[in-house]
C-alpha cells in the first residue's frame, strides 16, 4: 500500500512538472516575428498588455517595427493610429517574463500610450507632442522624453523619468518619484505621490517657474536659493526660479507620506 502512495504521488509530481513545463515554453516557443510598417501616415501610437513587458526604443530606419515571442498579440492599422495589443498570456503557469518590442523612427508623434496591468515599462529617446504611460503594478523607466507633455502614473511601482522635457503630470499610488527635467517647463505641471520619495532635478532649469511643494507626513529638501517656507517648517515650500510673470508655469509637488528632494 505504501509503495503505491509513492507512485501515485510520483505520478502527480510528473504530471504538475509537465504542466508547469508547458505552460513555461507555450508562449516562449513561439519564433520571433517582427512586423514593419510604414510611419508616413502614422501620428498615434497605442500599445496595450498584460502582464507583458514593453520596451520602447528608436528604430533605425523608417519604418515602425512591432517584435514579440509571445502569441496572442493583435497590430492593426487604424488609420493615423497603429494599435498594438497583447491579450493574457494562455499559460497556466508563465515564469517567464514576455517583452513587446516597439521602434519608432526618429519623428515626432501626436500621441503616444503605453498602458499594462502587471508588466514593467521601458522607453529610450521618445518623441511626441504627448506621452501617457501608465501600469497598474510594474515600474516605468524613461531616459530621454521630448516634447509637450509627459503623463505617468502607477498604482504600485517605481517611477524614473531621466532627460525629460515638457510638461509633467506624474503620479504614483505606492512607489517611489525620479525626475530629472531639462529646460522649459511651459505648462502647469504636477508630481505626485501617495506613498513613496519623491527627487525632483531640473538641470539645466527653465528660464521661469513657480513651485509650490507640500509633504504631509516627511520634509522637504531643496537646493534652490530662491525657496521659501514657513517659518521653521520642512514640509512645506515655494520656491521661484529666473524672471516671474502671469504667464510663469507652477509645479505642484505633493506628497502624503514621504519625503521631496528638489534641486
Known sequence: MENWRNKGIALLCASMLAVLVAGCNSDSDAKSEVKRFNSDNIKNIYVQTDSQNIELSRSDNAQIEVRSTIKGVTISDEGETLKVIAAESSGIFNLKTNIVYVA?????????????????????????????????????????FEGEKIVSHTSSGDINLAGISGGMEVSADAGNINISHQ?????????????????????????????????????IESSLKASSGPSGSDKELHAQIGKITDESPVLFVENSSGSIVIQ
Open 183 to 219: 529646460g522649459e517647463i511651459a505648462q502647469d505641471s504636477s508630481v505626485k505621490s501617495n506613498s513613496g520619495k519623491i527627487e525632483l532635478k531640473l538641470d539645466p532649469a527653465p528660464s521661469s517657474l513657480r513651485i509650490n511643494a507640500v509633504t504631509k507626513s516627511g520634509k
Open 104 to 144: 519608432l523612427p526618429n519623428r515626432i508623434y501626436k500621441k503616444i500610450d503605453l498602458i499594462t496591468k502587471s508588466g514593467k515599462i521601458t522607453g529610450k529617446d521618445s518623441k511626441s507632442k504627448e506621452l501617457s504611460i501608465s501600469g497598474d503594478s510594474g515600474s516605468i523607466g524613461i531616459q530621454g
